[in-house]
């Protein structure tokens, strides 16, 4: 009996210890930034349905800034996918959202600011236009 009450005691304390867990760590208290990033063109004559294919190279160059919600302070760099896409998971806040912009093209979308809720997903697209024609 004693053995009992025992092993009870202890699969209650690793109960409770389990939601402690649950409840302060993890991702429950933050959100998503995430988009797409397109460039193009990237040959001189595209034709309709058949666009050039974007080296990774080029996704490789750029980054997606992120700032404090003033714009001055940079909180992260986030990477983008050879398809163009970026996500970041991102502290309950209002942040400013922009692009490097030392390589060619002209950019639109960004600097944006955004607000990031807890389990919330916020999508911010940026396109970059190589100018080529």
Do not use: W
């Not at 939601?19 to 034709?47: D, F, K, R, Y």
């Not at 909180?75 to 209002?94: M, Q």
């Not at 639109?108 to 940026?126: C, F, M, R, W, Y």
């Amino acid at each position: 009996m004693r053995n009992l009450i025992l092993l009870a005691i202890v699969f209650f304390g690793l109960v409770l210890a389990g939601l402690s867990v649950g409840c302060s760590g993890g991702t429950a208290g933050s959100g998503i930034l995430e988009g797409n990033v397109t460039i193009g063109p990237i040959c001189p004559v595209e034709q309709p349905g058949n666009p050039c294919p974007v080296p990774c190279e080029m996704y490789q160059a750029r980054k997606v800034l992120i700032y404090d919600s003033n714009g001055t302070k940079l909180i992260a760099e986030v990477d983008i996918n050879c398809n163009g896409h970026y996500s970041i998971e991102l502290k309950p806040s209002i942040y400013t959202v922009d692009i490097n912009r030392d390589v060619f093209g002209h950019v639109s979308g960004v600097p944006q600011k955004i607000e990031i809720s807890a389990g919330q997903t916020v999508e911010l697209n940026i396109d970059i236009d190589t100018g080529i024609r």
